[in-house]
């Protein structure tokens, strides 16, 4: 029986709290040895940093275009799933084979869907904060280039 033919259950993780950074490098190593990865609650995920300067940032970067179309220019995300997932994506090996497999174990989720066992979450030691610095979640940087969350 080959590796990907054996089921695993995925492992899913609550973003609540965790630093983004963190979160994206243990994420990823458990994406390229093999695992199913469901990250619930990605708005409620921070950055470390001042407030004001992390904000500049994500808007800055936004600015980033190409001089052509502007289809040729890079596709920024907004929306919170999409930064996590981005920033995970950085953390792989996206030139080879096992990287773009790994991304494709990989699911992303603002709140937590009915369909996950969002009881049985988990939460990595390493990502937490230990020390007493100002953070921003991912919410509010996605809403602050953009993202309207929706009124539940």
Do not use: C
């Amino acid at each position: 029986m080959s590796k990907d033919s054996t089921y695993r259950k995925p492992l899913v993780i609550d973003a609540s709290g965790l630093i983004v950074g963190r979160l994206a490098s243990i994420t990823a190593k458990h994406l390229i040895s093999g695992n199913h990865v469901i990250i619930i609650n990605a708005e409620k995920a921070v950055i470390t940093g001042a407030h004001a300067a992390v904000l500049q940032a994500a808007k800055d970067k936004l600015r980033i275009r190409n001089r052509g179309s502007k289809a040729k220019s890079p596709k920024h995300p907004r929306r919170p799933e999409g930064l996590v997932r981005r920033t995970i994506r950085g953390m792989l090996p996206m030139d080879k084979a096992k990287g773009k497999d790994a991304y494709s174990r990989l699911s992303v989720f603002v709140g937590a869907p009915e369909n996950t066992d969002h009881e049985k979450a988990t939460r990595p030691k390493e990502a937490e904060n230990k020390s007493p610095i100002s953070l921003t979640t991912v919410g509010e940087i996605a809403q602050s280039i953009g993202w309207k969350p929706l009124e539940a």
